[in-house]
């Protein structure tokens, strides 16, 4: 028993710990003699009545192992699977439990479901996309033809009234400069001038934000390549501000300073665009929660070059993070969000994704006042770059 990495336990009828080797030591944080004092009630989650879920575990004959959720003794949680089988001796019956931690495999599951995720959201957004640009140029031509006519237009009528009002004396073209005038005021010609144009510009602009959404959310959602490109990290920051824009628009200002003296960096684009989409999100969550909508907060996202690499700063003034809790937010099924509010995965994700560029991530924060998540990335990677 002792030679295997998995935890095994042997436990009484009653889900008792009997036994447990040297691996549970490792795993839970408990001690022979402590193991032999607690219930699996204690290193399971949800695990309320350990002799009806051990029974039903082993009649269920699950060779691959059932996924739950472990404790650690210092209340950690973390993913795994678990095997139970009966055992008989005598007059003696218990179980015999073997678990196993499969904290990397979830984390590598997550983040093959991501990149599908991805996969499929990169194929609709580009469907969408083409869907949507195609009749917003035309709207956009239509509408800045409709413009320069209307300002034409107003041009020329001006100078029909200055030409009637200066060469018509006689009575009849009073008459007539008297029905102009009329119907002049009737146009209300005046305020057509001043606010026809303003809305062909507005519609204009308008126009241009869609376009520019649109193309934001094609190249945040497209997964990549397989394999590191060279990307600009400025730009994936901007289109992560874009995308995120309806999650912080109403609770927070956002301030941008990105050093454009930094030049494209190696990576996954697809997958950084999680991270600085996750972290924006999490930030005007927070704000959210701080706040309670009476006031608007701030996030501030800035980029500066490192010596080695890339550092990104993303800053809420928000409630802040716990000290207590600080070294737990990037584990999975972490979370101090609601039930249905959140998974736990999100910054689980993004800890993954920057490990996987051989990058760091780390947490500044003080308690009422905000957090702010420092991400650094180097500017060489030991694999083959292929160029964006």
Not at 87 to 98: F, I, Q, T
Not at 134 to 139: A, F, L
Not at 159 to 185: L, N, T
């Amino acid at each position: 028993m002792d030679t295997t990495p998995d935890a095994i336990f042997s436990t009484d009828r009653d889900g008792l710990i009997l036994l447990g080797n040297h691996a549970t030591e490792t795993l839970f944080g408990y001690n022979a003699e402590e193991f032999t004092k607690i219930s699996f009630s204690k290193i399971l989650v949800d695990f309320d009545d350990p002799p009806s879920e051990l029974n039903r575990i082993a009649t269920s004959l699950n060779l691959v192992g059932e996924r739950r959720v472990g404790r650690r003794r210092n209340g950690d949680v973390f993913p795994l699977e678990i095997i139970v089988g009966k055992m008989e001796a005598g007059n003696r019956r218990g179980y015999v439990a073997s678990i196993r931690d499969v904290t990397q495999r979830v984390q590598i599951e997550m983040r093959l479901e991501q990149s599908r995720k991805l996969e499929s959201i990169g194929q609709l957004a580009a469907g969408v996309a083409h869907e949507i640009n195609t009749p917003m140029q035309y709207i956009c031509d239509n509408v800045s033809f409709l413009q320069e006519s209307v300002d034409d237009l107003f041009s020329l009528v001006e100078r029909y009234s200055a030409v009637i009002e200066s060469q018509c004396e006689s009575a009849s073209c009073d008459k007539v400069f008297e029905g102009i005038r009329k119907a002049r005021e009737d146009l209300d010609i005046d305020y057509l001038a001043e606010e026809a144009p303003r809305a062909a510009k507005q519609t204009i602009a308008g126009v241009k934000q869609v376009q520019k959404i649109v193309s934001s959310m094609k190249k945040i959602s497209h997964p990549g390549n397989d394999r590191i490109e060279l990307a600009d990290i400025n730009e994936i920051i901007e289109e992560a501000i874009t995308i995120s824009t309806n999650e912080w628009r109403y609770v927070a200002d956002i301030e941008v300073d990105l050093d454009k003296s930094i030049t494209s960096i190696p990576c996954f684009s697809g997958e950084l665009s999680q991270v600085f989409l996750n972290l924006i999100v999490n930030a005007a969550h927070a704000i959210d929660e701080a706040k309670l909508g009476l006031e608007k907060g701030t996030i501030k996202v800035s980029s500066n070059p490192l010596q080695s690499g890339v550092e990104v700063r993303i800053e809420d003034d928000g409630t802040g993070i716990p000290e207590e809790i600080r070294d737990k937010v990037f584990d999975p099924f972490f979370t101090t969000k609601e039930v249905g509010k959140g998974t736990g995965q999100g910054l689980s994700i993004v800890y993954g994704i920057v490990e996987n560029h051989n990058g760091s991530i780390r947490i500044e924060s003080e308690l009422g006042l905000g957090t702010t998540f420092v991400v650094n990335l180097p500017i060489s990677q030991e694999v083959e770059i292929e160029s964006a």
